[in-house]
């Protein structure tokens, strides 16, 4: 028996249903020419395990805007009914800023979420890569950082939820007075912050969806330049550069993190698979 689980699952278990809803995407994609690469734990799991990496509970898989957007699209027509999209243009309660490709009739509440009028099923990440000015790199992140915080504000007052926002005072108030924006508003401003350099020629390209100082900008071959990779026996694409991708997150992958942090990345409170 696996020693990690989910509520009273065998990660394994989780697993099996999270490369269903993979297999779904890359059917997708590879119909219409759409690139992606595996991402993150998933891209580390494939490189390292052929697999998923032992503990993970997730799929995660990355994409250039214009990709992006065209996957969405296609979707609507594309999906066979056991999955759909889920973001915050199809749900208005939505917290985040990328997508999350769900399968219908399951359950997989996390506790940060449990309380949002949102699906709580099985789901993988679907992220935008999108161009960055170098120079002005941190101060757009600071943007969608800060109109992220505002949301998350705002929807804690939705909810009365009485959550912690992060943040020093300064900080703290900026997030308040964003969060008497509408929703719509705060959602819209993200969107044109991630894209506002997409038309420009620039060589790299970010997460800024998703922001986190620790990653740095790659090169605009990185996500474009892919070759295909073992995962769970079947063939699936990835980044011809996923050591320069991986290094980039992880630092060096030959090292496993200590025992007390090879744990599942999200607290499920409940789940039905």
């Known amino acids: 028996m696996c020693k990690y689980r989910i509520c009273q699952y065998d990660i394994k278990e989780v697993q099996?249903?999270?490369?269903?809803?993979?297999?779904?995407?890359?059917?997708?994609c590879r119909k219409h020419n759409i690139k992606y690469s595996l991402e993150g734990g998933s891209l580390l799991g494939a490189i390292k395990y052929k697999?998923?990496?032992?503990?993970?509970?997730?799929?995660?898989?990355?994409m250039e805007r214009k990709e992006y957007e065209r996957f969405?699209?296609?979707?609507?027509?594309?999906?066979r009914d056991e999955f759909f999209l889920q973001n915050n243009r199809t749900v208005r309660?939505?917290?985040?800023?990328?997508?999350?490709?769900?399968?219908?009739?399951?359950?997989?509440?996390?506790?940060?979420?449990?309380?949002?009028?949102?699906?709580?099923?099985l789901f993988i990440d679907i992220f935008p890569v999108d161009?960055?000015?170098?120079?002005?790199f941190r101060l757009q992140v600071a943007l969608v950082g800060a109109l992220t915080s505002a949301r998350s504000v705002k929807l804690n007052r939705t909810y009365k939820?009485?959550?912690?926002?992060?943040?020093?005072?300064?900080?703290?108030?900026i997030y308040h007075i964003l969060a008497f924006f509408p929703l719509w508003w705060i959602n819209f401003s993200i969107d044109i912050c991630c894209r506002i350099f997409n038309g420009f020629p620039s060589r790299y390209l970010y997460e800024v969806c998703n922001p986190n100082l620790k990653f740095k900008?790659?090169?605009?071959?990185?996500?474009?330049?892919?070759?295909?990779?073992?995962?769970?026996?079947?063939?699936?694409?990835?980044?011809?550069?996923?050591?320069?991708?991986?290094?980039?997150?992880?630092?060096?992958i030959r090292k496993l993190?200590?025992?007390e942090k090879r744990l599942p990345s999200h607290k499920i409170i409940k789940c039905k698979s």
């Open 131 to 136: 161009k960055i000015f170098r120079p002005s």
């Open 257 to 259: 993190p200590p025992e």
């Open 16 to 28: 099996s249903k999270l490369l269903l809803i993979l297999i779904e995407a890359d059917r997708i």
């Open 72 to 79: 969405l699209r296609i979707c609507k027509i594309e999906l």
């Open 93 to 121: 309660h939505f917290p985040l800023s990328y997508t999350k490709l769900h399968m219908k009739n399951t359950l997989y509440a996390q506790e940060s979420t449990a309380h949002l009028r949102i699906h709580q099923g």
């Open 161 to 173: 939820k009485d959550e912690l926002v992060r943040g020093n005072r300064f900080k703290l108030f």
């Open 217 to 252: 900008p790659l090169n605009g071959r990185v996500y474009r330049e892919l070759i295909e990779v073992e995962f769970m026996g079947m063939k699936f694409l990835a980044s011809k550069h996923y050591r320069l991708f991986l290094k980039s997150r992880f630092g060096d």
């Open 51 to 62: 697999g998923f990496v032992p503990w993970d509970d997730d799929i995660d898989i990355i």
